[in-house]
């Protein structure tokens, strides 16, 4: 079972940084696809951005210029580096990762962007 671990939450004021990390169990190598989710209280979850097998990335566009996503294989995490942080950010962040078309999840980690 593969397990991933979200960390790099926080409160962070308008205009901060925070860089979100999730750690997974085992390679991310064989993984099809990495992404990274957020939920904001009583809204449904939504992709902010997702980073392929081959390095291509893909952003929301209310993230585009501000959200940068890396991966490190070896030591098998994905980061997303968040920029110019707005209070609209504030959610919690889930990371997925899809291998031979199953899903996993980590169990987020809390961005609070407020002054």
């Known amino acids: 079972q593969v397990r991933l671990v979200e960390s790099g939450g926080g409160l962070v004021q308008p205009g901060g940084s925070l860089r979100l990390s999730c750690a997974a169990s085992?390679?991310?190598?064989?993984?099809?696809?990495m992404a990274w989710y957020r939920q904001a209280p009583g809204k449904e979850r939504e992709l902010v951005a997702g980073?392929?097998?081959?390095?291509?990335?893909g952003y929301v566009d209310s993230v585009k210029g501000r959200f940068t996503l890396s991966r490190d294989n070896a030591k098998k995490t994905v980061y997303m580096q968040m920029n110019s942080l707005k209070p609209e950010d504030t959610a919690v962040y889930y990371c997925?990762?899809?291998?031979?078309?199953?899903?996993?999840w980590g169990k987020g980690t809390l961005v609070t962007v407020s002054s």
């Open positions: 085992e390679s991310i190598i064989s993984f099809n696809a």
């Open positions: 997925c990762m899809n291998r031979y078309g199953i899903d996993y």
């Open positions: 980073i392929s097998s081959g390095g291509s990335t």
